[in-house]
């Protein structure tokens, strides 16, 4: 006997059936979501994705980290580091991010982004969207982001090699409501990913 033939309607109610478990864990769709860690150069932001990444992954979450060197080289080339320049920078990683987690990916996002209303903007194309945005604030002190000098830029500024440094000759808008605020210089990387972890978890994200 013959098997009987599937309908269009029956392969696609299937797809997404499978589609629909593929993306479930322990009972509940996982959804995707866009976590903006915003701070001064060397404040952590990077390093606290990198980890928090680490740990989602391991729970089978789909994640990317977005990384800002990464974007000036491949999305951003040409633009430089003025307001304006800053701000098409920030909309252009804000536009992949949504992209990226409205497919329930979760988009981690270690940008400097300095100023509100460019961060703002990105938050209302989220809003727009339905896609859920978290802002968390890596609030490290200049004093302790210039002792790290991860990239060795605030020496450079300090010699006068350098122009334009944000947070020290160039500005740096604090959130003035993030999602979470974190001060790396009092905790462990591990506990600051930790923290983060856990703004999703109470946020149903994770």
Request: proline share 4%.
């Amino acid at each position: 006997m013959r098997a009987a033939r599937m309908t269009n309607d029956q392969a696609n109610d299937q797809a997404t059936d499978q589609a629909t478990d593929q993306t479930q864990g322990r009972g509940h769709v996982r959804t995707g979501a866009t976590v903006w860690l915003t701070g001064l150069p060397s404040a952590g932001k990077t390093t606290i994705a990198t980890e928090l990444a680490g740990r989602l992954r391991a729970e089978g979450r789909r994640v990317e980290v977005l990384d800002g060197d990464e974007i000036r080289e491949f999305l951003s080339a040409g633009l430089g580091f003025a307001r304006e320049d800053r701000h098409t920078n920030v909309q252009r990683i804000g536009f992949v991010a949504e992209l990226l987690a409205r497919n329930g990916v979760l988009a981690l996002v270690p940008v400097i982004a300095p100023y509100a209303d460019s961060r703002d903007a990105v938050r209302k194309r989220h809003a727009a969207n339905g896609t859920p945005y978290l802002e968390v604030h890596v609030a490290t002190p200049v004093e302790v982001c210039g002792e790290r000098d991860v990239k060795g830029l605030y020496a450079r500024q300090a010699a006068g090699e350098l122009t334009g440094l944000t947070g020290v000759d160039d500005p740096y808008e604090e959130p003035e409501a993030p999602d979470l605020r974190i001060e790396t210089q009092g905790q462990s990387v591990a506990r600051s990913a930790a923290a983060v972890r856990a703004l999703l978890g109470e946020r149903g994200l994770a």
